[in-house]
């Protein structure tokens, strides 16, 4: 009885304590609220677009200053193309070092999609009616509603969250707290543009960038808004593939019945790739794949909620592969993304396509080699009777071969995986309780790419995913926003997460 009741008052004091630090963090967060929104637009209002290496460099200027500020040794990196910022902060030469991975560049902007007349000049919003509505920025000055959004490009992905770990910084000096870790912070300036030269870099910059724990902070939380742990995300290959008909687009009248439509070979095709409930048919596409009672028991334990996410994107039921969502992120994927051929419409023409092109991507987990699936589709192709070519084809081979396919491949993003219960995931696992005074939700793989497999593969770090935006964002897309309660309550993770030690 007596050990009972000793396990009870460690319980209770363990408990007591997780409350009054998140009670405290949650206050220290709520009192950056009005600087932090202040430093995102400022950093907002400078163009990201990796395309442009003038604005980047910008971008890299104020960074600089920004880390320098807070006391960070800061060093631009140079790359093939666009450098890298490298900020480090050291604490204690014993403590465990956390390697944090943020990007700032953003995806391109077509201004005549957007809601307002710069996407780069933050505005702020409420919601009335089902509309968002712009507001003065002096409406700050009062209470402020965490509902509130500051909308423009870069506000969620990933600007915003470089800000909150900014700004917890500031907050945990001004409390006289000092981190538990030393932190390293790498800033990737063409993410969006897939990183393409970041491998290179990290080899060359292999010994800076040696650290105990990769934490990853770009990407939504899940759907609930609950802090969120995510373990690995899929990788990323694609394919491109076109059948061909005659020559030229041929009348439909003349040659209709008798010259082969393309849009119908590749239909058929399609079709024989997926089933009707969405599961692959090709031969070997899942082997590798095994979802222990374990697994599953951990996947059921993500608060999804079906109806709320079919409302969301508008369908009555998904398809079967797993029995929900979560299971079915273990598997990869064979996506259409885009199909082409002639005309609809308004400027559709009575004709047989000469051709059909579809843009097929592949979502890669970690059990799936993207060469591998690649070569089981191009065999399933060529089993369906197509001459395969990886260009277009020849007079010659157009009349020699009834079926006829050009098949391209593109280069592939690698996936990645870190146990849940690894002592990366443990350690956050502790600071979200800690800071937050209740569990995270943990995903074990989430469907979107990231582009760091090489810091993983290369520097053996084990690698976990904090995202800290709202999921209705607008990632990638016009009107992309950030909701004031996320940036504050990102302030309060970044600290729970520095005042955790990694045992």
């Known amino acids: ?57 910008k971008n890299v ?50 201004r005549s999609k957007w809601q307002q007349e710069d996407p780069y000049i933050a505005v702020l919003k409420e919601q009335s ?42 907050a945990m000096k001004e409390a006289k707290l000092k981190p538990k870790v030393n932190i390293k912070v790498i800033l990737d300036g063409e993410e969006e543009k897939g990183s393409l030269h970041l491998t290179a870099a990290v080899k060359k910059y292999k010994s800076l960038l040696r650290a105990d ?49 393309p849009v119908f070979r590749m239909s058929h095709l399609l079709a024989s790739m997926k089933n009707e409930e969405g599961q692959v048919l090709i031969h070997g596409y899942y082997d590798g794949i095994q979802l222990d009672p374990e697994i599953k028991q951990l996947l059921a334990k993500v608060p999804d909620d079906p109806q709320k996410i079919h409302s969301t994107i508008g369908i009555a039921e998904p398809e079967k592969v797993g029995q929900n969502l979560q299971e079915a992120l273990q598997y990869p994927s064979l996506n259409v993304r885009g199909i082409s051929a002639a005309w609809t419409g308004k400027e559709s023409r009575t004709i047989v396509p000469a051709e059909a092109t579809v843009s097929i991507d592949l979502r890669l987990v970690p059990e799936s080699d993207p060469d591998r ?43 990645f995986r ?16 800690k800071g937050w005074n209740s569990d995270p939700v943990k995903i074990r793989i989430m469907g979107g790419t990231v582009p760091i497999a ?38 309060q993770t970044f600290m729970a997460i520095f005042l955790e030690q990694p045992k």
């Not at 997780?18 to 950093?43: G, N, P």
């Open 129 to 170: 009616s089902n509309q968002w509505n712009i507001i003065d920025w002096s409406s700050l000055n009062k209470n402020i509603d965490r509902n509130w959004r500051i909308f423009g490009r870069s506000s969620s992905d990933d600007k915003g969250p470089i800000v909150m770990l900014l700004q917890a910084i500031d």
């Open 213 to 261: 724990h990769l934490v990853i902070n770009d990407g939504p939380m899940h759907l609930s808004g609950q802090p969120t742990l995510i373990f690995g995300c899929r990788g990323n290959t694609s394919i491109s593939l076109t059948v061909y008909g005659p020559r030229n687009h041929q009348h439909s009248g003349h040659y209709g019945n008798y010259a082969p439509n």
């Open 454 to 491: 090489s810091f993983i593969n290369e520097l053996q770090i084990p690698a976990v995913i904090v995202p800290l935006v709202n999921p209705d964002n607008n990632q990638h897309s016009p009107n992309e926003n950030l909701r004031i309660g996320n940036l504050i309550d990102g302030i």
């Open 373 to 415: 699936l690649k070569s089981l589709i191009k065999e399933h192709i060529a089993g369906k009777g197509y001459h395969l070519l990886d260009r277009a084809p020849t007079e010659e081979e157009r009349l020699e071969y009834p079926l006829i396919a050009t098949f391209k491949t593109g280069g592939a993003t690698l996936p």
């Open 61 to 110: 200027n104020w960074l600089e200053k920004a880390f320098v500020k807070r006391s960070f040794e800061v060093k631009v990196l140079e790359t093939e193309r666009t450098p890298l910022v490298y900020a480090e902060f050291v604490t204690n030469d014993n403590y465990p070092t956390i390697l944090f991975y943020m990007h700032f560049d953003g995806q391109s902007i077509d």
């Open 1 to 57: 009885m007596k050990v009972i009741c000793t396990l009870l008052l460690i319980v209770l004091t363990f408990s007591s304590n997780a409350q009054k630090r998140a009670e405290k963090l949650s206050t220290l967060s709520s009192d950056k609220s009005i600087s932090a929104i202040s430093e995102l637009r400022e950093f907002m209002a400078i163009p990201n677009d990796a395309l442009y290496a003038d604005d980047i460099l």
């Open 418 to 433: 870190t146990d849940v219960a690894s002592p990366t995931g443990l350690w956050l696992s502790s600071a979200i309780n």
